[in-house]
């Protein structure tokens, strides 16, 4: 559990403070405005985030396991080495968003738009990419083992030396991407 509950972290926002290092596991912040808020190194694990407004904020190293962020809003926000492992993104805006190096497996981006973002060396093995938007997104060296990207469309993303073994392409719209030593071994397209 939390170690705030929700009218106490709206006033740390409301007054500028810093969320970093916080415990806030299986809090409830949905709808809320957290943007350009640091959240570095906090635990979100279990959080409810459903539709919260994160535009800009930092959440390096972060812990979002198994949270639920359906349609909130993460553009331009900084989530590099955050664990995501199970998370619900299904619907959410991360454009522009760094990635880099995040553990992601077993995500849920179902619809998600991921356009312009950094997602180098992420880990999204198992993940559910179904119609995520990533054109022209950075996938250079990330895992995509067995990944769902049915009707993805990656147009002009570069997936440069990407683990892409068993993921399933099928109508994925993959014109214009780099796949240089890129690993297509028992993909589905």
Avoid at 128 to 152: D, I, S, Y
């Amino acid at each position: 559990m939390a170690d705030l509950n929700r009218d106490e972290v709206l006033k740390k926002i409301e007054t500028g403070d810093s969320l970093a290092n916080l415990n806030l596991a299986q809090i409830d912040l949905s709808y809320a405005s957290l943007k350009g808020c640091d959240l570095s190194g906090a635990n979100l694990s279990g959080a409810h985030l459903q539709n919260a407004n994160l535009e800009k904020a930092v959440l390096k190293g972060a812990n979002l396991t198994h949270a639920f962020l359906f349609g909130a809003n993460l553009v331009e926000a900084d989530l590099e080495g955050a664990n995501l492992e199970n998370t619900n993104l299904q619907d959410s805006n991360l454009a522009n968003a760094s990635l880099k190096g995040a553990r992601m497996s077993r995500i849920s981006l179902f619809g998600a738009a991921l356009e312009g973002g950094n997602l180098e060396g992420a880990d999204l093995s198992h993940g559910k990419l179904k119609r995520a938007r990533l054109t022209g997104a950075n996938l250079r060296g990330a895992v995509l083992k067995g990944t769902h990207l049915q009707r993805a469309v990656l147009k002009n993303a570069d997936l440069t030396g990407a683990d892409l073994e068993g993921a399933n392409l099928k109508n994925a719209d993959v014109s214009g991407a780099v796949l240089k030593d890129a690993n297509m071994n028992g993909c589905i397209q």
